[in-house]
């Protein structure tokens, strides 16, 4: 079983910072590409940013420049630092990676961790 476990969303001020976490764990092959999503009330999830295990990103129009996606491949953990965060981007935020069981690759989430910014 995979399991990605999130960290670090919280309350913060507009201009603020905050960085999540995602580490997963498990008994699984290898990890594939890694990235987050969010989902604010009423609205659908969308990508914000995403990673290849070559170190290769891209970003949502809305974050290009503010965030930054990276990833520790030997601890199996994804990271996103947030900067210059606007009251828009609240949102539940959640980590996702494409894992290999045996020979079988399928696409994992996280339980999602709530970022909010005050204005």
């Known amino acids: 079983q995979v399991q990605l476990v999130e960290s670090g969303g919280g309350l913060v001020q507009a201009g603020g910072s905050l960085r999540l976490s995602c580490a997963a764990s498990?008994?699984?092959?290898?990890?594939?590409?890694m990235g987050w999503s969010r989902q604010a009330p009423g609205k659908q999830r969308e990508l914000v940013a995403a990673?290849?295990?070559?170190?290769?990103?891209n970003y949502a129009d809305s974050v290009k420049g503010r965030f930054t996606i990276s990833r520790d491949s030997a601890k199996n953990t994804v990271y996103l630092q947030m900067n210059s965060l606007k009251p828009e981007d609240t949102a539940v935020y959640y980590c996702?990676?494409?894992?290999?069981?045996?020979?079988?690759?399928?696409?994992?989430w996280g339980q999602g961790t709530q970022v909010t910014v005050s204005s």
């Open positions: 990673i290849t295990t070559g170190g290769s990103t």
């Open positions: 996702n990676a494409r894992v290999s069981v045996g020979a079988v690759w399928n696409t994992y």
């Open positions: 498990g008994s699984f092959g290898s990890i594939g590409v």
